[in-house]
């Protein structure tokens, strides 16, 4: 049994001093010394290229894992249609983090637009997915919350996204896939999700949640979204160690973001310090 935990993004400027250490420092390396996995969002707004993906493989260690989603293009524009192409682009795109062996689970998220009754549209686009990698759907309607859906998931081996946010129908653990599940802190923000810092209780609940999962699948991928104000490092150095697997590098990383936490508070000093 394993998980392998990370954040949505590595690259936000307003992490500078709350996670890493200043702005000289660079992010990816810096990041993947500290946590196993990250799922890069940003390949849901403009595909990676070739080149990227190659950089982001050799700057990571042997065993680190990208988790990246499926391009808008795909689940928002074509909504699944006549995607075969644009699917087989994207495989390429990313070949050099396969080739590494880091390729976590690719995140199908569906518009709130695809309701269940689109069912069949789903089905055919997993047709079109290879079997040898690892995949997971987040729903966004509540239509989807059916034993029919996740019949689906299991048909084809995917995982269904377990999430935190102001959806409550998407945090129940429904397991999908033999061989992984897939999790995602959104946050409970009112009007931006991802503006949210987890409590300690909050995080507890999920920690016997996460014991639930992992007694059910043999690999886990955990993702922080609550990116505003660092704190999806914050609540997730917190998580592990609740889970008492916090190391002593992320230790070193926990103690320092405090201080600039109690240093930002203080009136005499200026944010550019950490720049």
Known sequence: MAILFGTCGWSYQEWVGAFYPNNRVAKLPFYARTFDSVEVDSSFYRAPSKSMTAGWARATSPSFKFSLKIPKTITHDKKLLRAENDTSEFLERIEPITKAGKLGCLLIQLPASITFKEKEKLENYFGLLPRDVHFAVEFRHESWDREESWDLL?????????????????????????????????????????DYSYSDSELMAWKEKLEEIEDRTPLVYGYFNNHYGANAPANLLTLLEMRQERTEAQNKVMKRAERFRKKLASPMTRLTDYL
Do not use: E
């Open 154 to 194: 299991r048909r084809h081996n995917i995982a269904n996204t377990i999430t935190d946010s102001p959806l409550q129908f998407l945090s129940k653990p429904t397991i999908t896939s033999t061989t992984h599940a897939y999790v995602r802190w959104h946050g409970r923000g009112k009007s931006v999700w991802y």
